[in-house]
């Protein structure tokens, strides 16, 4: 079973939502004996990573070239930057199945070359959704920033369609962006995120403070931080955590002005799972439902209890093991129900039951490997 996997970024270290999906779906897929040939493309400071050999076949690396020429092209710069004839030469080498991973690696899909080999994308949301929803989220004060998410928005959603039409499956990451690809006529099917968890792993009993965790350079975490701390947290005197990665300095400036909130800048996996560990309430917002949830799903395999919005569990099946509220008000008053209530047995059991079963990285690397048509 030998397979190609097109991923928009190295998908080592798995410090990221996107890459954390790719890397745990590599794992799942070579326990059950599939020869993963790995393409990324490489920008930024990440890295060749030796440990990848551990889990492909083989592996190629394609430098992603962000030249500001390319904002000019008709593609959204997410895909006309990742477009390489180095890959496409590789990939016409055999007749394996092809996995894209979103949007991003998609912009070979309707080559002729490729036309009769089995393609597969991985959605990790409605792309164009998303980019609408970043400028929307994006302040006026960073006008070129917001006038780029506005552009790969409209550019997105004029190529969808070409990119459904010649997908022979689109694998959805939430239940709503399922039906929303359903709605398009395109083979679909629904299966959840792959992430770093086997087993439950949530403590009973009382923990220390209330965690707000993401990736603090996207726009909408940030949103969500400094929300948290000017409407809940700024006369509420509960200790609490924000722990995510590249916070920027206006957030680091809100955070200095209260001694109640402490902001961990860049934990590593190890700290990071102690501070899930160690908190009695995994409080997280999203101002948008479309992206990766994965720190929802770290938060319920390795933490006590959850708050949470209603966009942050829509579409994900997970709202039967959170607190859903969306106020402040509401925030607030749950805060004070469940800070000093012992997390139970019970609920530990209850994720269980739940998790281990519908969030299972080997049973969804079993349905992942019955949608393709092996040579």
């Known amino acids: 079973?030998?397979?190609h996997?097109?991923?928009?970024?190295?998908?080592?270290?798995?410090?990221?939502?996107?890459?954390?999906?790719?890397?745990?779906?590599i794992k799942a897929l070579q326990a059950q004996?599939?020869?993963?040939?790995?393409?990324?493309?490489?920008?930024?400071?990440?890295?060749?990573?030796?440990?990848?050999?551990?889990?492909?076949?083989?592996?190629?690396?394609?430098?992603?070239?962000?030249?500001?020429?390319?904002?000019?092209?008709?593609?959204?710069?997410?895909?006309?930057?990742?477009?390489?004839?180095?890959?496409?030469?590789?990939?016409?080498?055999?007749?394996?199945?092809?996995?894209?991973?979103?949007?991003?690696?998609?912009?070979?899909?309707?080559?002729?070359?490729?036309?009769?080999?089995?393609?597969?994308i991985r959605m990790h949301n409605v792309e164009w959704q998303y980019y609408e929803s970043l400028s929307q989220l994006t302040p006026a004060t960073a006008p070129l920033e917001k006038a780029y998410y506005f552009s790969e928005s409209i550019k997105l959603q004029r190529i969808e369609p070409k990119v459904v039409l010649h997908a022979d499956e689109i694998i959805?990451?939430?239940?709503t962006d399922e039906a929303y690809y359903r709605a398009l006529k395109a083979n679909t099917q629904y299966i959840p995120a792959f992430h770093p968890n086997d087993v439950v792993e949530s403590l009973s009993g009382k923990g220390e403070y209330v965690l707000f965790h993401g990736k603090l350079s996207v726009p909408d975490n940030e949103l969500a931080a400094m929300w948290l701390i000017r409407e809940v947290f700024s006369d509420f005197d509960i200790p609490f955590v924000i722990a995510g990665m590249a916070p920027?300095?206006?957030?680091?400036?809100?955070?200095?002005?209260?001694?109640?909130?402490?902001?961990?800048?860049?934990?590593?996996?190890e700290q990071m799972s102690s501070l899930l560990s160690k908190a009695h309430i995994n409080l997280l917002l999203s101002f948008q439902s479309s992206g990766v949830k994965l720190k929802l799903i770290n938060a319920l395999f390795r933490g006590r209890f959850c708050i949470v919005n209603d966009h942050m569990v829509k579409g994900t099946g997970l709202t039967k093991l959170c607190y859903v509220k969306n106020s402040a008000a509401a925030i607030r008053?749950?805060?004070?129900?469940?800070?000093?209530a012992p997390f139970e047995q019970g609920k530990v059991l209850e994720r269980k039951s739940v998790l281990e079963s519908e969030f299972s990285n080997l049973e969804n690397a079993k349905k992942l490997?019955?949608?393709i048509k092996w040579q």
Not at 8 to 23: E, K, Q, S, T
Request: glycine share 4%.
């Open 33 to 120: 004996g599939v020869k993963v040939i790995l393409h990324c493309y490489q920008y930024g400071d990440r890295k060749p990573q030796p440990e990848l050999a551990n889990y492909c076949h083989e592996i190629y690396y394609y430098k992603r070239s962000r030249s500001i020429i390319y904002q000019a092209s008709l593609l959204p710069f997410i895909m006309r930057t990742r477009q390489s004839s180095a890959l496409l030469k590789r990939l016409k080498k055999d007749r394996y199945p092809i996995l894209f991973e979103g949007m991003h690696t998609a912009g070979l899909i309707w080559h002729p070359s490729l036309k009769s080999r089995q393609k597969l």
């Open 333 to 340: 008053q749950t805060i004070e129900a469940l800070i000093n």
């Open 1 to 3: 079973m030998f397979l």
């Open 369 to 371: 490997i019955q949608l």
């Open 5 to 25: 996997i097109v991923s928009f970024d190295i998908p080592y270290p798995a410090n990221y939502g996107g890459v954390i999906v790719i890397f745990n779906q």
């Open 172 to 175: 959805t990451i939430s239940s």
């Open 248 to 269: 920027s300095d206006r957030l680091k400036d809100l955070v200095s002005q209260y001694d109640h909130i402490r902001l961990i800048e860049n934990p590593d996996d």
